[in-house]
């Protein structure tokens, strides 16, 4: 082989003290790359080979503070910011019960940092192709001896020289260490092809075989048949045949209050409007019509189903009748439901019905403007223009 081949100068020795030594004795000769490999850990090594502080310490600081503020801030968005979750009470920040989840993380996350790191980043491996590989040198470190190699690129580095610095040093076996010719190999030969082709028919019929055939087998069909009803399904277990239940007579949903007038006629006179109808509160009201009102009121509040007949037409909300209706009734109406209209109560919150009302408001007022309206639109129409 070739000089330019040579990786590096190995030394075996024999016991812990005489490896001590000549790490010792290779950093006081001013040589920076050079490595000891031993059979175990040996007390004192970092020291002899003038190694300063590991930098790992800092990545799993790095990760594992990472890690803490990543999952406090998640756990915070997921009950607070996005599902507005409530757990046992607890307010939607509720540092103590994150504690026990963050400290998982952190660790969880310095651990990995701190292994990757170590081995993918400081150790530079997996590293297949390292000329120590297979040498009677590792076989020898692996076992029961201790050894110290000096790499051929280092600055002051000299073959004859550094041979002889390392006989010096009491080792009984010096030896030079090569970079192995690299090896290549044609990557689409023909047996690599049909193995290729084997593999992918192979996998092709095992996963049509366990999705299509294995999944629909006892046991292993118990997630297509389970004991459970659809929404709308009919059942069996109750009386009156419906799987979907109402809740409780009584219970209160987290955040809403019961509806004290459900079931009467006509709603009292304290039943007023809580909402200013400000851009938002129109907006939100709209939204809502045109969802849950327009399929049979139109889009309009005139009357002019979006069904055509396939659920009976809703009376025009435009007309006199309804115009002097106070906010109250309008509200009862959605709440409790008339005639042929069901109840919007579980499908609508409060926020969402006050708002619907306003709304009505505006399409009541857009179609049936008073003198002082038309006037103010005339106005604003001849602002306009003027600009």
């Given amino acids: ?39 175990y850990p040996v007390h004192g090594m970092d020291r002899a080979m003038g190694m300063g502080q590991s930098k790992i310490g800092y990545v799993t ?11 406090f801030l998640f756990m915070w968005w997921t009950f607070a910011s996005s599902y507005n979750i409530v757990v046992g009470g607890k307010p939607f920040l509720s540092a103590p019960a994150f504690i026990p989840i963050t400290f998982e993380t952190t660790v969880l996350f310095a651990a990995i940092s701190t292994f ?25 470190v692996s076992g029961d001896k201790f050894g110290l190699v000096i790499e051929a690129d280092d600055e002051q580095f000299n073959r004859d020289r550094v041979t002889d610095f390392l006989k010096n040093l009491g080792a009984y076996k010096v030896a030079d260490v090569y970079i192995p010719e690299k090896e290549t190999y044609k990557l689409f030969s023909s ?20 999705l299509n055939k294995l999944m629909y087998v006892v046991p292993f069909s118990w997630m297509e048949v389970q004991d459970k009803l659809n929404a709308q399904e009919e ?4 009386a009156d045949g419906k799987g979907m239940r109402l809740p409780v007579e009584g219970t209160v949903a987290r955040g ?3 509806y004290p007038f459900y079931g009467q006629p006509n709603p009292p006179e304290v039943l007023s409007n809580p909402t200013l109808p400000t851009k938002k509160v129109l907006e939100l009201g709209k939204r809502k019509f045109l969802t849950f009102c327009s399929p049979c009121h139109g889009n309009f509040a005139q009357g002019e189903s979006r069904l055509h007949g396939q659920f009976p037409t809703g009376p025009t909300l435009v007309s006199s009748k309804i115009n002097n209706y106070p906010d ?15 109840s919007y109560m579980h499908q609508i919150n409060r926020e969402e019905r006050w708002a619907i009302v306003d709304y009505v408001r505006v399409l009541q007022r857009a179609q049936n403007p008073s003198q002082s309206d038309i006037q103010e639109v005339k106005k604003e129409s001849s602002s306009n223009v003027a600009k």
């Fill in 191 to 210: 047996g690599f092809v049909i193995f290729l082709i084997i593999l992918a028919v192979v996998t092709s019929a095992a996963t049509y075989i366990t």
């Fill in 235 to 238: 059942s069996d277990i109750f």
């Fill in 1 to 39: 082989m070739a000089d330019n081949k040579l990786y590096c100068v190995s030394a075996l020795f024999d016991t812990p003290d005489k490896i001590i030594n000549a790490a010792r004795k290779t950093t006081e000769a001013g040589y920076k790359k050079f490595d000891v490999n031993t059979p």
């Fill in 116 to 140: 990757v790191g170590m081995i993918a980043v400081f150790f530079k491996l997996p590293h297949n192709s390292h000329p120590l590989h297979d040498t009677d040198y590792m076989k020898a």
């Fill in 328 to 342: 109250g009734m309008i509200y009862h109406i959605i709440t409790n439901g008339q005639n042929v209209m069901p």
């Fill in 61 to 71: 600081l790095f990760f594992g503070l990472s890690g803490a503020v990543f999952i």
């Fill in 256 to 258: 809403e209050l019961p």
